[in-house]
């Protein structure tokens, strides 16, 4: 793993302080797709995780449900193949957007909506002014993390939402990005 997305995990970890304490028996987040970025793809390779490729671009967890031909049903978002007696059995190795959690990327014309889910348990126990608090934690997040990674991860979510439709989620806005030159800027 390189250092650029270690360092991407390590801010991370500061974002959600006492989350796991909301996630026991939860499993909210876990029915997702596990998209991986690319620096992540090798890795998760290589510790023999199965991963799926879809167009070329895109790779996620293969957790998708499949009928009795093998043929994957696509029109379900699959409970993660690592989900398994109410813990994740992958949990220190999780991809960066599990760990981004309960954070959740919503596109407007050309913008990127950053926003935080309204329907997890964790950001659901917080005050207004916690989640104020949680959201100028995450644009430090936004502004210190390598921004190869940070525009890695959103291309890759730009690109899902063109392969699919959108989802109706409640977010409380963070903030919202716009792409310049094929990176992505705070607009303040």
């Not at 959740?104 to 348990?121: E, M, P, R, Y």
């Not at 430090?140 to 109706?168: C, G, H, R, T, W």
Request: net charge positive.
């Amino acid at each position: 793993m390189n250092k650029k997305i270690k360092k991407t995990y390590k801010l991370a970890e500061y974002l959600f302080p006492e989350i796991d304490n909301y996630c026991k028996n939860c499993n909210t987040c876990c029915n997702t797709y596990g998209w991986l970025i690319d620096n992540e793809v090798d890795d998760f390779l290589d510790k023999k995780y199965s991963v799926f490729q879809i167009n070329k671009t895109l790779h996620c967890l293969d957790s998708f449900v499949r009928d009795k031909s093998n043929k994957i049903i696509i029109n379900k978002i699959p409970k993660c193949l690592f989900y398994k007696k109410n813990r994740c059995l992958i949990y220190s190795n999780r991809p960066l957007d599990c760990r981004l959690y309960p954070i959740k990327i919503k596109f407007k014309k050309n913008k990127i909506i950053v926003g935080l889910s309204l329907g997890c348990k964790y950001v659901s126990s917080l005050s207004e002014k916690e989640k104020v608090y949680l959201c100028a934690r995450a644009i430090v997040f936004l502004k210190k993390a390598p921004q190869e990674i940070i525009n890695n991860y959103l291309n890759i979510m730009k690109n899902v939402n063109s392969i699919s439709d959108p989802k109706n989620f409640q977010i409380k806005n963070i903030v919202e990005l716009k792409e310049q030159n094929g990176r992505w800027k705070i607009l303040e």
